[in-house]
């Protein structure tokens, strides 16, 4: 399992009754390959995850795995409101054509150490694939601090790898201090890419690369790369977009930046409403502004919206 490089966190798309749209799903995970991503992690956060059945997450799993296809790398985000359940979907995960895991804390419950350690580590247990540890503190109120994530490296084989969202680009270091090359560390907050490449992150686990994948790639790279000119470059221009990952309602942002290439619709499942009013058009005011000073070399890239 690679978990370098760019993997979008995939949106899920709905169809009018707010039913997954299989087929749209699949045409979009193929272009994201096809632009260049390495990949592609469902049912996250910015999947929705927390509004799907455990038999749609399966079915998502099983479209993306045959649309995938060996192409990339298919990756099944875990979270549930209990451990018995991540453990099931971890077990069935491989069986749906997935490549690795990407572990969450539970929803709601905000435990200890003790209790959260119990709960990543029955999911690493229950399944050969390669895991990555999800942290997000801001989201989820739990946080794997790196001496958490220094002892789960040393007691389990397949945690091969975190994503690192605490905003905080000096926790890539301090893993990095600690692990050194044990496990990768990708950046998934879109807003500080270059910055956490900077102190050590080899993938990004990201957001606007749904809508804006070879821009995404690019800029990646050009970090990787040591390119800092062009990566400063692409990085000033993207800006107004990725800060749209790190505000509360990022479903909905990148979801709307989607239409507004072509590649998507606006639709989310409640709780979430769509965007309406002033916010909604400050919202395409910024969006169409930057997509009005898109880079020319990757300025034709999407495709026709069908939706």
Known sequence: MNWKGVTPAITTPFNQNLSVDHGFLAEHSRWLLEK??????????????????????TEILRTLGKAVNGGGTLVASISSLTTSESVSLANAASDLGCSGLMVLPPYV????????????ASVFRATPLSCMLYNNPVA??????PEHIQELASEFENFRA????STDARRVSAIRALVDNRVEISVGVDDAVLEAIGVGATGWVAGLANALPR??????????RGEDRKAFELYRWFLPLLRMDTVPKFVQLIKLVQAEVGMGTTRVRPPRLELVGSELEQAKKIIREAL????????????????
């Open 162 to 165: 975190v994503k690192e969202s």
């Open 36 to 57: 260049g991503c390495a990949g592609v992690v469902a049912l996250g956060s910015l999947g929705e995850g927390a509004t799907l059945s455990f038999d749609e997450k």
């Open 215 to 224: 821009e995404s790639v690019d800029l990646f790279n050009h970090g990787i």
């Open 292 to 307: 009005r000073a898109r880079p020319e070399s990757v300025a034709s890239y999407a495709l026709p919206n069908r939706k």
């Open 109 to 120: 419950y905000l435990g200890d150490w003790r209790e959260m350690k119990a709960h990543v």
């Open 140 to 145: 989820y109120g739990t946080d794997f601090l």
